[in-house]
């Protein structure tokens, strides 16, 4: 964490340019929370009458921030709404202490912008179990207040970036009833992914008009097949979050059925949940890896994510190495249905291996060429049924020992 | 593969002085496998009456001779018995001709030794979803079949080799009923080890006369309290097997209840799992994980696994990073019940965390101190119930990278 890491191979050529959100404004600050001479607060105001949905980590051992934005996202409001995030304290496993920051932080904010605190929502993502220096952050809240401005979210994607080594933004526009709707996103997110989100943090942002119970159940069900479908190392953050809010200043009225706003968030949300798993902790490739013919979807899932999660796939991955025994090895192991002489497996378009045994046309030499690619796919087809499941993951390397050895140092 | 691993730091000082058996001969040759220059076939040949059991992988995608070993294990016969394994390939995902190969080479067992087919076991560990070439073993069977001798075992312990870094071996001598009960045991193991086993071969001889029912049900629960207790790296290998041999050339009978014969043999078997453990491929710290309080043993074994197989954990240790907020992280994700508030941390005797947070009196000098050690504890109370479970671990390094990343090459 200490020292500047490279930029992902499989970063996007260039940040890109997000639209404007109207009803939002944004501003960053340093505050040194742990990191010098960068940003690492972020907050974003949203006008009266805004929507707010979320999605939080299951894990049970959840950070301060997380228990309290669950308490408060149910909750209506026609006030307006702010979401306060920081960088490098994650503020978990602080007991009573970190619970009295998380609210200092939020108090602040709600006393700064005129807002009820149950109307503040905060994240912290960094470090485990260090004591959060919240007053670090609770004397920048006038200057945050002050600088708040409609086209800050470029500069707010940057300030929460832990080891991330690229800010992860998406958007679309699209046209509703001849009117057009926005929605711009941020995340961050590179280790500790995994289903059940990860440290992954997501804001995501639209000037439509949309019923809370209605985001909410899009929103749950997108993140299923988005940010619950990446992995890095199988590891599950105590801090994920993603919230998701809607003013509704653009006037076009979104209700439950409307599928074209709903594929345009689908969208906005694989994009970043792809990035994330772009920026996975010394990532050189990225692996897309598909089950269909399962027993059904659930046993799909598993088996996708047996392959997804383990360590010597992936590290046969890093190694451009076309070892198929592997994935034989993981979809054995992943205690969900399989029958080892009903199986297909393929490297992108190669077929590797049928009924029990590698396939009669396959050649190493094209499996070795394949794997040399940077994006990569591995479908298994089981040969039992209709289930299907896809998920993403990245290569498992050096550089991820590296980062994780020595984090704290 | 390809190139010598440097010996595990971990590693026993010396191979210990393993005792004959009584009634178990040993031979083994060098059949290029894929190997070149060492050895690579062992055979094992028991006398008449000898009472064999065994525990086996639960992958889905079995190994032909783990399949065929399972159909054999429950055959009772008055005749000798016969166990061979090769190295270099493991004849898993090689479809009807693996099939045929493991037939070729009991057969020719069978057939040299006088034995009736069922009574010869084999294995054979390796790369997955090659074409097994056991001609290459069948011709070396009548060399094998000249060589038997009972002291033989230490050689055994190092043809059944792959990426391991020392031949793993262990003893026990007993007196039951004033009499000497021998056992002696030999293991092969270093990655692809997880729960359900590993790619971890172990052979087990005893010269104790036991009922077959009554020696495969001790061998069955001690399996789990041992091998099945141990993870490197949370993949689980489609070979594994573990057979004992009981000859009743001792005269001395054991029965089902008798607790010093199987204390005896839970000492071997822990020694063996902890061998396997000790050259993890690229180990560099032991670590076993204490988990007490939960609900249930059960929950006990799910948390202690997620401690030992996140890759967050054993990349700090690795590190030397005394990084308990990663132990949060994993109970946390594991799904098993937990409290944040109630839960108990200690690295050794260092009480670490408590009551949710960082332990007053836990300075990171102590604990970073603590960490540089090469055997360590990490004991996690949850303050729930009674449920207690132990396991045993390695650390994830650049070693397990380097070895995997190019296992094939």
């Known amino acids: 964490m200490g020292k500047a890491l490279a930029v992902s191979p499989l970063a996007p050529a260039a940040f890109p340019a997000l639209p404007e959100i109207d009803g939002v404004e944004f501003a960053t600050a340093k505050a040194g929370v742990k990191y010098k001479d960068r940003t690492d607060v972020m907050l974003a105001r949203m006008i009266?009458?805004?929507?707010?949905?979320?999605?939080?980590?299951?894990?049970?051992?959840?950070?301060?921030?997380?228990?309290?934005?669950?308490?408060?996202?149910?909750?209506?409001?026609?006030?307006?709404?702010?979401?306060?995030?920081?960088?490098?304290?994650?503020?978990?496993?602080?007991?009573?202490?970190?619970?009295?920051?998380?609210?200092?932080?939020?108090?602040?904010?709600?006393?700064?912008?005129?807002?009820?605190?149950?109307?503040?929502?905060?994240?912290?993502?960094?470090?485990?179990?260090?004591?959060?220096?919240?007053?670090?952050?609770?004397?920048?809240?006038?200057?945050?207040?002050?600088?708040?401005?409609?086209?800050?979210?470029?500069?707010?994607?940057?300030?929460?970036?832990?080891?991330?080594?690229?800010?992860?933004?998406?958007?679309?526009?699209?046209?509703?009833?001849?009117?057009?709707?926005?929605i711009a996103g941020i995340a961050k997110g590179s280790g500790m992914i995994a289903p059940d989100m990860a440290t992954m943090l997501v804001y995501?942002?639209?000037?439509?008009?949309?019923?809370?119970?209605?985001l909410q159940a899009m929103l749950s069900d997108l993140n299923e097949r988005t940010f619950n479908s990446i992995t890095v190392d199988s590891d599950t953050s105590t801090s994920d979050t993603l919230l998701m809010a809607a003013t509704g200043a653009s006037g076009v009225t979104i209700s439950a059925g409307n599928t074209e706003f709903r594929e345009v968030l689908h969208g906005v949300m694989l994009d970043l949940a792809h990035q994330v798993v772009r920026d996975g902790e010394g990532a050189t490739k990225f692996v897309e890896v598909n089950v269909t013919g399962a027993a059904s979807d659930s046993d799909a899932r598993i088996h996708a994510m047996s392959i997804a999660n383990s360590p010597?796939?992936?590290?046969?991955?890093?190694?451009?190495?076309?070892?198929?025994?592997?994935?034989?090895?993981?979809?054995?192991?992943?205690?969900?249905?399989?029958?080892?002489?009903?199986?297909?497996?393929?490297?992108?378009d190669i077929l590797v291996a049928e009924n029990g045994w590698v396939a009669p046309?396959?050649?190493?030499?094209?499996?070795?060429?394949?794997?040399?690619?940077?994006?990569?796919?591995?479908?298994?087809?089981?040969?039992?049924?209709?289930?299907?499941?896809?998920?993403?993951t990245c290569d498992l390397t050096h550089g991820y020992i590296s980062i994780n050895a020595d984090y704290r140092s």
């Not at 009266?48 to 980590?57: E, K, L």
């Not at 690619?373 to 299907?388: C, E, F, N, R």
């Open 48 to 182: 009266s009458g805004t929507v707010i949905a979320g999605v939080f980590t299951r894990s049970a051992t959840r950070s301060a921030p997380v228990l309290d934005c669950q308490e408060k996202i149910g909750l209506e409001s026609d006030k307006g709404a702010a979401i306060i995030v920081n960088s490098g304290n994650s503020n978990a496993f602080t007991g009573r202490s970190g619970v009295e920051a998380t609210h200092a932080v939020t108090a602040a904010v709600a006393g700064a912008l005129g807002l009820p605190e149950r109307r503040v929502f905060s994240s912290s993502t960094g470090v485990i179990g260090e004591p959060m220096p919240h007053a670090r952050i609770t004397t920048k809240i006038e200057e945050l207040a002050a600088n708040l401005s409609p086209n800050g979210i470029s500069d707010a994607a940057r300030a929460i970036m832990t080891t991330d080594t690229f800010p992860k933004g998406a958007m679309a526009e699209v046209e509703i009833a001849g009117k057009p709707v926005k």
């Open 204 to 214: 995501i942002f639209t000037d439509a008009e949309i019923a809370r119970a209605d």
């Open 312 to 348: 010597l796939v992936k590290t046969a991955i890093a190694g451009e190495d076309p070892n198929w025994g592997r994935v034989v090895m993981a979809i054995g192991k992943s205690g969900a249905a399989a029958d080892r002489d009903k199986l297909t497996i393929r490297f992108g």
């Open 361 to 392: 046309g396959y050649s190493e030499d094209d499996g070795g060429a394949y794997m040399k690619q940077q994006y990569l796919s591995i479908t298994v087809d089981l040969g039992l049924g209709s289930g299907a499941s896809t998920v993403w």
